[in-house]
Protein backbone atom coordinates (compact mmCIF):
# COMPACT_ATOMS: atom_id res chain seq x y z
CA UNK A 1 0.00 0.00 0.00
CA UNK A 2 1.55 2.98 -0.82
CA UNK A 3 0.68 5.93 1.69
CA UNK A 4 1.42 9.60 1.93
CA UNK A 5 0.85 12.47 4.52
CA UNK A 6 -0.81 15.09 3.18
CA UNK A 7 -2.31 18.40 4.68
CA UNK A 8 -5.99 19.18 4.91
CA UNK A 9 -7.34 20.70 1.53
CA UNK A 10 -10.80 21.33 0.27
CA UNK A 11 -9.86 19.14 -2.92
CA UNK A 12 -10.38 16.26 -0.31
CA UNK A 13 -13.83 17.20 0.45
CA UNK A 14 -15.02 13.90 -0.89
CA UNK A 15 -12.67 11.78 0.53
CA UNK A 16 -13.39 13.89 3.72
CA UNK A 17 -17.04 13.04 3.26
CA UNK A 18 -16.36 9.26 3.37
CA UNK A 19 -13.95 9.36 6.18
CA UNK A 20 -16.53 10.89 8.37
CA UNK A 21 -19.56 9.15 7.15
CA UNK A 22 -17.66 5.59 8.32
CA UNK A 23 -16.46 6.92 11.59
CA UNK A 24 -20.25 9.12 12.14
CA UNK A 25 -21.94 5.61 12.87
CA UNK A 26 -22.84 5.88 16.73
CA UNK A 27 -22.28 1.79 17.24
CA UNK A 28 -17.98 2.29 16.41
CA UNK A 29 -17.55 4.77 19.44
CA UNK A 30 -14.67 6.38 17.96
CA UNK A 31 -14.45 9.45 20.30
CA UNK A 32 -11.21 10.35 18.16
CA UNK A 33 -12.81 11.27 15.26
CA UNK A 34 -15.68 13.57 17.18
CA UNK A 35 -13.67 16.85 15.90
CA UNK A 36 -13.80 14.91 12.43
CA UNK A 37 -18.14 14.18 12.85
CA UNK A 38 -18.67 18.02 13.75
CA UNK A 39 -17.80 18.96 10.69
CA UNK A 40 -21.21 18.80 7.92
CA UNK A 41 -19.88 19.20 4.64
CA UNK A 42 -21.34 22.87 3.99
CA UNK A 43 -18.29 24.13 6.57
CA UNK A 44 -15.59 22.32 5.34
CA UNK A 45 -14.03 24.94 3.91
CA UNK A 46 -14.12 27.00 7.54
CA UNK A 47 -12.94 23.89 8.99
CA UNK A 48 -9.76 23.50 6.54
CA UNK A 49 -9.22 27.67 7.17
CA UNK A 50 -9.59 26.75 10.59
CA UNK A 51 -6.78 24.16 10.63
CA UNK A 52 -4.03 26.42 8.74
CA UNK A 53 -4.87 29.31 11.23
CA UNK A 54 -4.29 26.35 13.95
CA UNK A 55 -0.55 25.58 12.51
CA UNK A 56 0.56 28.99 11.47
CA UNK A 57 -0.65 30.32 15.08
CA UNK A 58 -3.41 33.20 13.88
CA UNK A 59 -5.72 30.95 15.90
CA UNK A 60 -5.34 29.78 19.96
CA UNK A 61 -5.44 26.28 20.09
CA UNK A 62 -6.85 24.70 23.41
CA UNK A 63 -3.58 23.64 24.26
CA UNK A 64 -2.12 27.37 23.62
CA UNK A 65 0.42 25.73 21.23
CA UNK A 66 0.35 25.65 17.31
CA UNK A 67 -0.67 22.61 15.90
CA UNK A 68 -0.62 20.80 12.00
CA UNK A 69 -3.12 18.63 11.01
CA UNK A 70 -2.16 15.97 8.22
CA UNK A 71 -3.84 13.23 6.88
CA UNK A 72 -2.72 9.83 5.48
CA UNK A 73 -4.10 9.34 1.75
CA UNK A 74 -3.91 6.04 0.07
CA UNK A 75 -3.15 5.91 -3.27
CA UNK A 76 -6.58 6.02 -4.22
CA UNK A 77 -6.98 9.58 -2.74
CA UNK A 78 -9.02 7.67 0.47
CA UNK A 79 -8.67 9.18 4.07
CA UNK A 80 -7.04 6.38 6.76
CA UNK A 81 -5.51 8.21 8.91
CA UNK A 82 -5.76 11.60 10.85
CA UNK A 83 -2.94 13.10 12.68
CA UNK A 84 -2.03 16.09 14.72
CA UNK A 85 1.79 17.29 15.62
CA UNK A 86 1.79 19.96 18.19
CA UNK A 87 4.88 21.78 17.56
CA UNK A 88 5.66 22.41 21.64
CA UNK A 89 4.90 20.64 25.16
CA UNK A 90 3.07 22.68 27.62
CA UNK A 91 3.46 20.98 31.50
CA UNK A 92 -0.43 19.69 30.45
CA UNK A 93 0.89 18.42 27.43
CA UNK A 94 4.17 16.79 28.56
CA UNK A 95 1.53 15.03 31.26
CA UNK A 96 -0.74 13.91 29.30
CA UNK A 97 -1.41 14.11 24.82
CA UNK A 98 2.75 15.27 23.90
CA UNK A 99 3.48 16.13 20.52
CA UNK A 100 1.58 13.92 18.26
CA UNK A 101 -1.68 12.35 18.22
CA UNK A 102 -2.69 9.78 15.42
CA UNK A 103 -5.85 7.65 14.68
CA UNK A 104 -6.72 5.48 11.79
CA UNK A 105 -10.13 5.03 10.53
CA UNK A 106 -11.80 1.36 11.51
CA UNK A 107 -11.88 -0.12 8.39
CA UNK A 108 -8.09 0.67 7.42
CA UNK A 109 -6.64 -0.80 11.05
CA UNK A 110 -4.20 -3.18 11.11
CA UNK A 111 -2.31 -2.61 7.76
CA UNK A 112 0.43 -0.59 9.21
CA UNK A 113 -1.33 3.00 8.54
CA UNK A 114 -0.28 3.95 12.07
CA UNK A 115 2.87 2.88 12.15
CA UNK A 116 3.62 4.27 8.66
CA UNK A 117 1.89 8.10 9.57
CA UNK A 118 4.01 8.17 13.02
CA UNK A 119 7.65 7.36 11.32
CA UNK A 120 6.38 10.13 9.02
CA UNK A 121 5.38 12.66 11.43
CA UNK A 122 8.77 11.52 13.31
CA UNK A 123 10.37 13.49 10.23
CA UNK A 124 8.20 16.13 10.12
CA UNK A 125 8.70 16.53 13.82
CA UNK A 126 12.29 16.86 13.30
CA UNK A 127 12.19 19.27 10.72
CA UNK A 128 10.30 21.40 13.28
CA UNK A 129 13.31 21.37 15.39
CA UNK A 130 11.83 18.57 17.71
CA UNK A 131 14.27 16.22 18.67
CA UNK A 132 12.01 13.82 20.88
CA UNK A 133 8.55 13.79 20.44
CA UNK A 134 6.37 13.42 23.51
CA UNK A 135 3.78 10.54 22.93
CA UNK A 136 1.39 9.49 25.32
CA UNK A 137 -1.51 6.26 24.92
CA UNK A 138 -3.76 4.40 27.62
CA UNK A 139 -2.33 1.65 29.13
CA UNK A 140 -5.29 -0.47 28.20
CA UNK A 141 -4.91 1.16 24.48
CA UNK A 142 -2.56 -1.89 23.16
CA UNK A 143 -2.63 -0.91 19.71
CA UNK A 144 -1.28 2.09 20.49
CA UNK A 145 1.60 0.72 22.54
CA UNK A 146 2.83 -1.45 19.90
CA UNK A 147 3.20 1.32 17.10
CA UNK A 148 5.31 4.06 20.13
CA UNK A 149 7.15 0.86 21.07
CA UNK A 150 7.50 -0.74 17.83
CA UNK A 151 9.23 2.86 16.32
CA UNK A 152 11.46 2.80 19.56
CA UNK A 153 9.39 4.52 21.77
CA UNK A 154 11.03 4.58 25.30
CA UNK A 155 8.93 4.47 28.35
CA UNK A 156 9.52 7.48 30.47
CA UNK A 157 6.74 6.87 32.92
CA UNK A 158 3.48 5.42 33.49
CA UNK A 159 1.12 7.04 36.08
CA UNK A 160 -2.95 7.60 36.28
CA UNK A 161 -3.92 10.63 34.54
CA UNK A 162 -6.31 13.78 35.93
CA UNK A 163 -6.95 14.40 32.01
CA UNK A 164 -7.25 10.89 31.61
CA UNK A 165 -10.20 10.53 33.85
CA UNK A 166 -7.94 9.07 36.21
CA UNK A 167 -6.97 6.20 33.52
CA UNK A 168 -3.27 4.59 33.76
CA UNK A 169 -1.31 6.84 30.86
CA UNK A 170 2.12 6.01 29.77
CA UNK A 171 4.47 8.12 28.80
CA UNK A 172 7.10 8.24 25.69
CA UNK A 173 9.98 9.45 23.96
CA UNK A 174 10.99 8.65 20.57
CA UNK A 175 14.20 10.14 19.45
CA UNK A 176 13.59 12.01 15.92
CA UNK A 177 16.79 11.37 14.68
CA UNK A 178 19.72 13.85 13.64
C1 LIG B 1 -4.26 2.35 17.78
C2 LIG B 1 -4.38 2.55 16.28
C3 LIG B 1 -3.82 3.93 15.92
C4 LIG B 1 -3.56 1.46 15.56
O1 LIG B 1 -3.61 1.71 14.16
P1 LIG B 1 -3.25 0.58 13.09
O2 LIG B 1 -3.09 1.25 11.77
O3 LIG B 1 -4.24 -0.51 13.19
O4 LIG B 1 -1.84 0.07 13.63
P2 LIG B 1 -0.74 -0.70 12.73
O5 LIG B 1 -1.45 -1.56 11.73
O6 LIG B 1 0.27 0.28 12.23
O7 LIG B 1 -0.11 -1.66 13.82
C5 LIG B 1 1.14 -1.44 14.44
C6 LIG B 1 1.37 -2.59 15.43
O8 LIG B 1 0.35 -2.55 16.44
C7 LIG B 1 -0.36 -3.78 16.48
N1 LIG B 1 -1.75 -3.47 16.77
C8 LIG B 1 -2.52 -2.51 16.18
N2 LIG B 1 -3.75 -2.51 16.73
C9 LIG B 1 -3.74 -3.48 17.68
C10 LIG B 1 -4.71 -3.94 18.58
N3 LIG B 1 -5.95 -3.41 18.61
N4 LIG B 1 -4.39 -4.94 19.42
C11 LIG B 1 -3.15 -5.49 19.40
N5 LIG B 1 -2.16 -5.07 18.55
C12 LIG B 1 -2.46 -4.09 17.70
C13 LIG B 1 -0.18 -4.37 15.09
O9 LIG B 1 -0.35 -5.76 15.10
C14 LIG B 1 1.25 -3.97 14.80
O10 LIG B 1 2.11 -4.82 15.55
P3 LIG B 1 3.56 -5.25 15.01
O11 LIG B 1 4.36 -3.97 14.92
O12 LIG B 1 4.04 -6.17 16.05
O13 LIG B 1 3.34 -5.86 13.67
C15 LIG B 1 -5.87 2.44 15.80
O14 LIG B 1 -6.44 1.26 16.34
C16 LIG B 1 -6.72 3.63 16.21
O15 LIG B 1 -6.80 4.61 15.47
N6 LIG B 1 -7.37 3.57 17.38
C17 LIG B 1 -8.23 4.66 17.87
C18 LIG B 1 -7.45 5.92 18.14
C19 LIG B 1 -6.24 5.73 19.01
O16 LIG B 1 -6.24 4.93 19.94
N7 LIG B 1 -5.17 6.49 18.71
C20 LIG B 1 -3.94 6.45 19.46
C21 LIG B 1 -4.01 7.49 20.52
S1 LIG B 1 -2.43 7.61 21.37
Known amino acids: MELSLVRPSVALADAFSRLRDEVADPS ?32 ASKSG ?3 STF ?11 VSGLRHALTPALLEYGGHIGFAVRPSAR ?9 SRL ?15 CDATNVGSRRVIEGLDGALDDESPSPSANGAL ?9 A
Not at 110 to 118: D, E, F, K, Q, Y
Not at 122 to 136: K, Q, S, Y
Open 169 to 177: VRRYWIDCG
Open 28 to 59: LEEPDFASIVAVDRQHFGAYIDRLRGLEAGTI
Open 65 to 67: VRI
Open 71 to 81: WTLDERGEILA
Open 110 to 118: RRGVARATL
Open 122 to 136: LVEARALGIARARLT
